[in-house]
């Protein structure tokens, strides 16, 4: 009965706005499903915001709803839908959707134009029934590694069976779409094929090293004016490899700090180590990234690294490994890449920076992000497809990975 309530609340939600959406002569409702949207998300979530301001402002033809799970069912007036899900303990807010059939059911009712899903789990399944029950096409945004992720926390055991349903799922979607050539290939080796490669980008007008204000930011953490500051913003996640930063910063010592912002929660305490709550304000955390010497990564398999593009649009040089995605946005115009992601190799290339003119590398990396990064080249290419997948060509042929 709830779930019978539920839907008609959200199919007499979508009727009054597509009448809305027709008066302004709106063409295509895109509907994004993902579980990878809480409270403290980063990733997925700053690229679902960023999509929906950018189709307001470049296609105002096309109606966009997000689908993620909440502490109840809603909906809002700027076309956000939550589902009823319980959260994932030590989860940072997020929430893991249970019921598939509620799910499809629900994303039925919204009749959308184009799916696209941003993972495999219960809501990427339920876009896959939704797409089948209606004739519309699915497209799957492949953001995490999920083999990857099952080694790291389950155990080497759960790699191979992740790896057959990440594999399997993917391939039943009408398009394919990963951040990176790293993700691309990681489909590839498991089967899956004509996968298009589009970059994501970042709000350079919110991250500029204008923000910049190292004496201030020195004095709130009472550092002194010779500190060598590294700063690492996001999740407290396994998978982000903190440690590695820790022992790469102890093994330097003084004058190098490390900064952790949202990320040092369970971190181990360390003299060379300083910890800051997570950031809820994007202003906050921009004049912190373009305040640092430096923005320190340490994720070898990172599906692309928005963190990463955020601190070079903030002229903040990065350290990361040479793999992943990490490895494809830097290189030593722009940053210092690590042989890999182990704390000696970290602390070379640590090292190695700031050996270099910073002043030369934090230019080079702002002029890189204007040249390259902007959303518009993302969110361009990502509508294209949809209306190509729109007008009925559930595949426009091979899609050539491209940079």
């Known amino acids: 009965m709830f779930q019978e309530r539920a839907t008609e609340q959200v199919t007499d939600f979508w009727r009054g706005r597509e009448q809305r959406l027709l008066a302004s002569d709106r063409g295509l409702h895109l509907v994004d499903v993902t ?29 966009h709803t997000i689908v993620a799970p909440g502490p109840r069912t809603r909906r809002s007036a700027d076309g956000h839908l939550t589902i009823a899900a ?34 495999v789990f219960v809501p990427g399944l339920a876009a896959l029934e939704a797409g089948q029950v209606l004739g519309r096409p699915v497209v799957g945004f492949c953001h995490t590694d999920a083999a ?64 910049a204000d190292r004496a201030g930011l020195l004095r709130r953490l009472d550092l002194p004016a010779a500190t060598r500051l590294l700063v690492f913003a996001g999740r407290a996640a396994r ?32 003299d060379q180590v300083i910890a800051l709550d997570y950031e809820r304000d994007t202003g906050a955390l921009a004049q912190i990234i373009a305040s640092a010497d430096a923005f320190l990564h340490a994720n070898e398999n990172e599906p692309f690294g928005l963190a ?30 690590a042989r890999t992601a182990s704390p000696v ?6 090292e190695a920076l700031f050996a270099r003119d910073l002043g030369n590398v934090s230019r080079a990396a702002r002029l890189r992000t204007e040249a390259r990064h902007g959303w518009g080249p993302t969110f361009e290419g990502l509508t294209a497809l949809y209306d190509r997948l729109a007008k009925g060509f559930v595949s426009a042929g091979p899609l050539a990975l491209s940079a």
Request: charged content about 25%; overall charge negative.
């Open 308 to 337: 990463v593009l955020e601190a070079l649009a903030s002229g903040t040089p990065v350290i990361g490994p040479r793999r992943g995605g990490v490895g494809e946005l830097i290189d030593e115009e722009v940053g210092q890449r």
């Open 35 to 63: 579980m990878m949207y809480a409270p403290r998300s980063g990733g997925v979530k700053r690229y679902l915001l960023a999509k929906r301001a950018w189709l307001d402002d470049h296609r105002p033809d096309v109606a």
């Open 345 to 350: 190799h970290l602390a070379e290339a640590i």
């Open 239 to 270: 998978e982000k490899n903190i440690e590695a930063m820790i022992e790469a910063v102890e093994r330097l010592g003084d004058p190098y700090r490390l900064l952790l912002v949202g990320a040092g929660r369970d971190a181990r305490t360390s």
């Open 148 to 211: 990857a992720l099952a080694a790291l926390h389950l155990g080497e055991w759960a790699r191979a069976p992740a790896r057959r349903q990440w594999a399997e799922t993917f391939a039943r979607f009408d398009a394919v779409v990963a951040p990176s050539r790293h993700m691309a290939g990681r489909l590839a080796d498991a089967g899956v094929g004509d996968v298009l490669v589009q970059p994501l980008g970042v709000d350079l007008d919110r991250f500029h090293p204008a923000l």
């Open 86 to 119: 319980a959260r994932l303990p030590f989860g940072d807010g997020y929430r893991m959707p249970a019921s598939l059939t509620k799910w499809a059911d629900l994303i039925t009712a919204l009749s959308p134009d184009v799916i696209e899903a941003g993972d």
